[in-house]
């Protein structure tokens, strides 16, 4: 009778474990499942619709063949699926730099000094396309200061839009050529957005102010301003300032849609030359622009003012980039490492 109450307490007993264990498996296959899921897409760096082109660029003239791009829904005439282009401007390059590299955003347009530096540091993207050539100014409200020299003298400080940036390594180039030293200004660099620095050239609250178009040609216009003058060796007219990034998943994954944006890219470059009023237009009304469409076309059509796929002196931009120490990461000094096969240029 003490053997029989024991088996059946026994029995009770491992009723009860195999009831625990069913939950405990029960639990794990959750769990699991959980995990595939997130590996498989549930993260939310993925873009969820492939049917969706999704493109940033910022607010400045030098973006006016994308803007015409989109507008002109140029993409889909080389393109035979079905498609829908999101295409706005962003408040800043790093913003774009970012969503390009986590695949949120397929294509992106920014200067040329950070699209390279963060390719250079392991972003998931690379130059496909030059956009266009924008004239740099040195531009000052002092009269004493005609030249670099004497701006090294005065020891004041030098509005750029930030550290590295192409206006900072441009002065950098402008400095090496007419100085021997590329980084005669860094320690009076005073980082400044393009609008506060006009603003500052205005007020005098900025004495010289390194800025691209069209601010430096707003800032031209105001009295007892000028030029301070570097040679074309050290800023050769043409070369590539703005360029288009695209998304290493566009490139791997939609070749074909990938070679739609650079065919449209190219029809857009010839509509704003052929149309400028009419991209002049656009571009007021895209950016929301107080400025009239006639100075637009003025700024667009300026000599130094070019709109090309084909890129023009960055790879003797890197390279000097590189050799004076503007650079964290190493740089082989072949341009292939920054651009996707096929892309024109230098």
């Known amino acids: 009778m003490f053997a029989s109450f024991k088996y059946k307490m026994w029995m009770k007993d491992l009723v009860q474990i195999m009831r625990i264990m069913k939950k405990i498996m029960s639990l794990t296959m959750v769990a699991v499942m959980a995990v595939t899921m997130t590996a498989c897409g549930g993260g939310s760096s993925e873009k969820e619709d492939d049917n969706k082109l999704v493109i940033r660029y910022q607010k400045s003239i030098a973006y006016a063949p994308v803007m015409v791009m989109a507008e002109k829904n140029m993409i889909a005439k080389y393109?035979?699926?079905?498609?829908e282009v999101d295409c706005q401007v962003e408040k800043d390059g790093n913003t774009i730099k970012e969503g390009v590299s986590s695949g949120n955003i397929d294509i992106g347009t920014v200067g040329l000094p950070p699209a390279a530096v963060g390719i250079l540091s392991g972003s998931k993207y690379k130059i496909f396309t030059g956009i266009s050539a924008q004239p740099y100014s040195i531009v000052t409200n002092q009269k004493d200061i005609q030249t670099l020299k004497d701006l090294k003298d005065k020891n004041i400080q030098v509005g750029v839009l930030s550290t590295n940036s192409q206006g900072h390594i441009l002065l950098g180039m402008a400095a090496k050529a007419e100085l021997g030293d590329a980084h005669a200004f860094d320690n009076v660099l005073n980082p400044v957005d393009n609008a506060s620095g006009f603003d500052g050239i205005k007020s005098g609250s900025i004495k010289v102010h390194v800025v691209i178009s069209p601010y430096n040609f707003k800032e031209l216009g105001v009295k007892g301003t000028h030029e301070i003058p570097v040679s074309e060796?050290?800023?050769?007219?043409?070369?590539?300032?703005?360029v288009g990034i695209a998304s290493n998943d566009l490139y791997e994954k939609n070749k074909d849609l990938y070679n739609a944006v650079?065919?449209?890219l190219e029809e857009a470059m010839t509509y704003v030359k052929e149309n400028p009023e009419e991209t002049a237009k656009l571009v007021k009304e895209k950016l929301e622009l107080d400025d009239s469409v006639?100075?637009?076309v003025t700024w667009m059509t300026d000599s130094r003012s070019q709109y090309s796929t084909e890129l023009q002196g960055v790879g003797n931009f890197m390279n000097f980039m590189k050799d004076e120490g503007f650079l964290e990461n190493e740089y082989s000094g072949n341009l292939s490492d920054l651009i996707y096969d096929g892309v024109k240029g230098n």
């Open 262 to 264: 650079c065919k449209a």
């Open 233 to 242: 060796e050290a800023w050769v007219p043409g070369d590539t300032s703005i």
């Open 79 to 83: 393109y035979d699926k079905e498609l």
């Open 294 to 296: 006639e100075d637009i």
